[in-house]
């Protein structure tokens, strides 16, 4: 294990109608609000209204900006920027998914900033240290956005997706009511249960030795959603298992997995590479190339793969080897996701081979990716062609 400093102050409020504690939580940051949302589905809900009539008891000024995009784009964290600056604001409200937050947090970090934001996105300045202050209602169980310091943005000028990480821009508090994330449509759903194990798996195969716990809590996280899921994608308004997804959610990325331990997120790069370039649901790209990235590494390093099939499938050791195990902890991955609905090749989305460079390229961020068993570009390409 690797020495570490964890710090996360985030406060969260679970459970039904904490919506009612925002008049509580904002005025400690101030009353002028941008109000951030995603396609409109919180109209739908009449989970806006409830928000704005939260902000209305306390006289806030709100600023709204919608449309932020599932694949959040830099062009939108632009715009959040210059509304914050045009008018004074002190607090941003995000409201919606993964996307909506992390869109929120580069607005948060590049308002300070001088330079252009994408300069803190790809990690050639930092994020300031006085970041706008955040607040969060989750709607949507799925990328932790709610308890960690990342954010994704898309340039689709260039086809690139890039992502930062600062404690400065993690939400001082954010509101979980499983209830409102009862909406959220099957496919969206199934996406959320792939991107939770996917998180979880980043920090499982890890470049460190020596983290028991860190391993352990990993496969009670994988466990659960594996129990959940199934039931779930059937009862989609099931409110005990919107919960319990609700929080494997949050603690799949708030970094207590990761703890001590060097991640490998090569899995993420590769996705991200193909939503910048096709602009695809991020769980659903990550549900087809995860398997093929699992076989890559395995066949340098089964052992995990194997303990993973041993201790989160129920697979029988009994006289086989590690190689073995890999490959029945794979098939048993897929067979999984297959049966909750998720997709299982990239031409599910239209996706050929046409853009495989181009995609390697962006995948590319050293000459070497992940920490489990590092990747060449060659490793990549095959990747990306075997997940046609």
Do not use: C
Not at 57 to 76: K, M, Q, S, Y
Not at 92 to 120: N, T
């Amino acid at each position: 294990m690797q020495d570490f400093s964890f710090h996360n102050p985030t406060k969260l409020l679970f459970g039904k109608g904490q919506v009612s504690s925002l008049k509580k939580e904002i005025p400690a940051y101030g009353k002028r609000v941008l109000l951030l949302y995603g396609g409109g589905s919180i109209k739908k809900s009449g989970l806006y209204d409830k928000v704005i009539g939260e902000l209305k008891e306390i006289d806030a000024n709100v600023v709204e900006l919608g449309g932020v995009e599932p694949n959040p784009r830099l062009t939108t964290v632009n715009k959040g920027i210059t509304l914050i600056r045009d008018n004074r604001l002190d607090f941003i409200l995000a409201v919606g998914g993964g996307s909506v937050i992390d869109a929120a947090k580069a607005i948060a970090a590049g308002v300070p900033y001088d330079g252009d934001v994408w300069d803190i996105v790809t990690g050639k300045a930092k994020a300031p240290s006085n970041a706008v202050p955040i607040g969060t209602v989750i709607t949507i169980a799925g990328t932790g956005s709610e308890m960690n310091g990342n954010s994704v943005i898309t340039n689709w000028d260039t086809n690139t997706k890039a992502f930062f990480n600062s404690n400065h821009v993690l939400p001082r508090f954010s509101i979980l009511d499983p209830a409102l994330t009862a909406t959220v449509p099957r496919d969206q759903t199934v996406y959320g249960s792939v991107d939770i194990m996917s998180h979880v798996f980043e920090q499982y195969f890890h470049a460190s030795g020596n983290a028991p716990l860190q391993e352990r809590i990993g496969e009670a996280i994988l466990r659960t959603v594996i129990e959940t899921a199934p039931k779930l994608v059937n009862d989609l308004r099931n409110y005990d298992y919107r919960e319990v997804m609700l929080l494997n959610g949050t603690l799949a990325l708030n970094g207590l997995t990761g703890m001590g331990v060097n991640p490998d997120w090569a899995t993420h790069l590769i996705e991200h590479a193909v939503s910048a370039v096709h602009d695809i649901p991020h769980g659903g790209g990550i549900a087809i190339i995860a398997p093929h990235w699992m076989e890559r590494v395995a066949a340098v390093r089964p052992e995990k793969v194997a303990q993973l099939g041993v201790r989160v499938f129920d697979l029988d050791p009994t006289g086989k080897t590690d190689a073995q195990l890999a490959a029945e902890a794979i098939r048993s991955l897929r067979e999984f996701w297959a049966s909750i609905g998720a997709p299982t090749k990239l031409s599910d989305y239209g996706v050929d081979d046409k853009a495989i460079e181009l995609m390697t390229d962006r995948a590319m961020l050293a000459d070497r990716i992940g920490n489990y068993v590092p990747l060449t570009r060659e490793d990549v390409r095959t990747i990306l062609r075997n997940s046609l």
